[in-house]
């Protein structure tokens, strides 16, 4: 019997094949997603190097501090204005986005809204 695909799979399939495509420089790094049940997770990669160049998350203390939630649109909004500003202190106004395989809305969609807003460019 072959057994069915669920979400996790499904999401890591088009991450992959979306993976195959994009790939950051040291001058428009990758700005990748995750999210778990509890909290948003971004960071922006040079995939030449392999390297992380900066990353911002709902487990940071300044941000926490800021929110009731760790895992709504509003917690979203806050990480991607964190993440801009210390793109922008590494000299980073230009990124290519990648996100991970979710669909384009609800916290996805806050936090790159968030970070355009904060002056980076996708």
Do not use: C
């Amino acid at each position: 019997m072959i057994k069915p695909l669920d979400k996790k799979t499904l999401r890591r399939k088009r991450h992959l094949r979306v993976r195959k495509k994009i790939k950051g420089t040291p001058e428009r790094p990758r700005m990748t997603i995750f999210k778990s049940q509890k909290h948003i997770y971004v960071q922006l990669i040079d995939d030449t190097q392999g390297v992380t160049i900066a990353a911002a998350s709902t487990t940071e203390k300044e941000i926490k501090e800021k929110l009731e939630k760790t895992w709504n649109e509003k917690a979203a909004q806050e990480v991607g204005k964190n993440i801009a500003q210390k793109a922008k202190d590494k000299g980073i106004t230009k990124v290519v986005f990648d996100r991970s395989g979710y669909k384009y809305h609800g916290k996805v969609k806050a936090l790159a809204e968030a970070a355009r807003e904060a002056g980076l460019e996708f």
